[in-house]
């Protein structure tokens, strides 16, 4: 099957974070097959974030520490995660497999956490890279033992004595079979199985420790035994209401928020069949001819992050300062590594509110065609707070347009913005006429101004 210009746009921007007009001249040439393929086969090229902290990290327990030695934790932990929030957007914004960053940015919302000790997120971020396109089973057992979840929910204090239910219950509503398929009583069994889940001070390794767990029998889900916390994962994968559940969320973040029942049960079916392979699941999705209907395009969002790394992605966007890319993630109310809380972020329509809407807009323009900046932060409380800096300035980038130029095969105006809509946009917009409003006579000035115009278009919003 041969796919058309508005279907590529919508393979790349649901499969990645869209499509360089590089990339899009080339692919038209090819067949869905051959397309999903090669976005498979880039997939596999993956590599781990490695991060250097400072090695004067104390590794004792925060509570032992002296005044200095707090503050100063602080101060690199917080760096740190800085750090990672900028390499994990970078990967996403020039990585070639991006279909594992991707589903891994899927899996952080699936999976949200958010701690500020960089050893543990980072360990936590490539647990979600390195099985994003894996087998479920791998993913949740590496995400629920790493010492970042484990911090996150409180696992750490679940003792035998004293068990600790917010791990077991997030386990069973958010992150395997929801709500509506256990009760109380089997959130407080499998509690019990997973006490003694830990970690040691400043190890991301999981460390289970003995003296902690409750080693009697427990009644969970319809099953009795002297079960630990590898048991009850074995059960909730057990359950099809598991394969189910992550069916669900999948196809609505990847094709559509409204769910057709009839397709959700054929992709759950293959999908618990498979044991719970992701890739063949998505594969299936990308594959298959109803993925490419006209109802499932431009039915979604871009969320903050989506839509600053479609920016990056289109015109390789350098930033000479660092903390710009924080500033934007602050502004529009989503921050990698920094999750509201356990249910992840509210994606849709909450993405477009009064309040974000105009800064959304004008996002090209400020990154992009120099207009200066003039949006306040909300207080951090921290006087240092590099970000308010950025308050009344440029938020100072390089593009060479010369180079997206060179890809553009013509040279008026209105067949410069059929070109470049083309590739921009996943549903174009109709009958636009933008003539009226462009100044420049220099090709690459065409370019680059009927392109900043096309981005504030409220299409571009839509994925």
């Keep these: 099957m041969n796919l058309s210009a508005i279907q590529i746009v919508h393979l790349y921007n649901r499969a990645g974070f869209g499509i360089n007009i590089d990339e899009f001249q080339t692919v038209r040439k090819k ?7 090669d976005i498979f086969q880039k997939a596999t090229n993956y590599k781990p974030l490695a991060i250097s902290f400072s090695s004067d990290i104390p590794t004792k327990k925060f509570a032992e520490m002296s005044a200095e030695e707090k503050k100063e934790i602080v101060k690199l932990s917080k760096e740190g995660v800085k750090t990672l929030n900028l390499a994990w957007l970078n990967e996403m914004s020039s990585s070639t497999a991006f279909l594992q960053e991707k589903m891994a940015f899927f899996w952080h919302d699936h999976f949200a956490c958010g701690d500020n000790n960089p ?29 970042a979840m484990i911090k996150y929910l ?46 040691e001070p400043g190890n ?44 669900s969320k999948i196809y609505a973040y990847f094709v559509n928020p409204t769910l057709d029942e009839n397709r959700i049960a054929e992709l759950t079916d293959s999908f618990y069949n498979s ?54 993630q602050k502004a529009m109310g989503q921050i990698l590594c920094m999750p509201p809380n356990v249910g992840g972020w509210s994606n849709g329509v909450q993405w477009i509110d009064s309040s974000a809407i105009l800064f959304r ?37 390089e593009i060479d347009w010369n180079i997206i130029t060179s890809k553009v095969q013509f040279e008026k105006p209105k067949d410069i913005q059929k ?45």
């Design 31 to 37: 067949n869905v097959e051959e397309i999903v393929d």
């Design 119 to 147: 050893v543990f997120m980072t360990s936590y971020c490539n647990v979600l890279r390195e099985n994003a396109l894996g087998n479920f089973r791998n993913l949740l057992f590496g995400v629920s033992k790493s010492a």
């Design 154 to 199: 409180n696992n750490k204090q679940n003792k035998k004595d004293s068990p600790n239910e917010n791990f077991a219950r997030e386990v069973m509503e958010l992150f395997t079979i929801g709500k509506g398929n256990y009760t109380e009583k089997d959130i407080k069994e499998a509690a019990r199985a997973f006490t003694g889940w830990s970690f």
């Design 204 to 247: 991301p390794d999981f460390k289970f420790r003995p003296l902690l767990h409750d080693f009697d029998e427990k009644e969970c889900l319809g099953k009795k035994g002297n079960f630990d916390g590898d048991d009850i994962l074995n059960i909730l994968l057990e359950k099809k209401e598991t394969a189910k559940f992550i069916v």
């Design 275 to 328: 044991k719970y392979d992701i890739g063949k699941l998505m594969e299936t999705i990308f594959k298959s001819a109803w993925f490419y209907d006209d109802k499932n395009i431009a039915q979604l969002i871009k969320s903050p992050i989506e839509l600053l790394v479609s920016y990056n992605r289109k015109f390789a966007i350098n930033y000479l300062n660092e903390n710009t890319q924080l500033f934007v």
């Design 361 to 397: 807009f004008n996002l090209p323009q400020l990154l992009m065609g120099n207009l200066l900046n003039n949006v306040e932060l909300k207080e951090s409380g921290d006087d240092n707070d590099e970000l308010k800096q950025l308050k009344n300035e440029n938020l100072k980038t």
């Design 419 to 463: 070109e470049l809509a083309d590739f921009l946009f996943s549903k174009p917009p109709k009958n636009l006429n933008l003539e009226f409003f462009i100044k420049s006579t220099q090709k690459a000035d065409l370019v680059k101004e009927i392109a900043l115009r096309l981005l504030q278009l409220p299409e571009y919003q839509l994925n």
